[in-house]
């Protein structure tokens, strides 16, 4: 099982940043694919940033350039560097790990914090 807790999500006008902390604890081997989703008011969740143990990245085309994911492979920690934000980015943003035991990859999820951004 693993748990994860988030932190620095909060209120900040257009222009500003924001660094999302998502700390993992439990009993895993180790965390494969780390990752933040986010979901605004009546639409689906999306992935924003993904980043592999190795370091390998991917963004939502949106965030490109505004955001950097990076994570801490000692302290089972994930970040999330929010810059140039825009009203556009309020949500509630979900951290996501995964494991893999053989053949099955589980997923796991925090409890979400909230990103509002003011115009």
């Known amino acids: 099982q693993v748990q994860l807790v988030e932190s620095g999500g909060g209120l900040v006008q257009a222009g500003g940043s924001l660094r999302l902390s998502c700390a993992a604890s439990?009993?895993?081997?180790?965390?494969?694919?780390m990752g933040w989703y986010r979901q605004a008011p009546g639409k689906q969740r999306e992935l924003v940033a993904s980043i592999t143990r190795g370091g390998s990245a991917h963004y939502l085309d949106s965030v490109k350039a505004r955001f950097t994911i990076s994570r801490d492979n000692a302290k089972n920690t994930v970040y999330l560097q929010m810059n140039s934000l825009k009203p556009e980015d309020t949500a509630v943003y979900y951290c996501?790990?995964?494991?893999?035991?053989?053949?099955?990859?589980?997923?796991?999820w925090g409890q979400g914090t909230q990103v509002t951004v003011s115009s």
């Open positions: 439990g009993s895993f081997s180790r965390l494969n694919v």
């Open positions: 996501n790990a995964k494991t893999q035991d053989r053949a099955i990859t589980y997923d796991y």
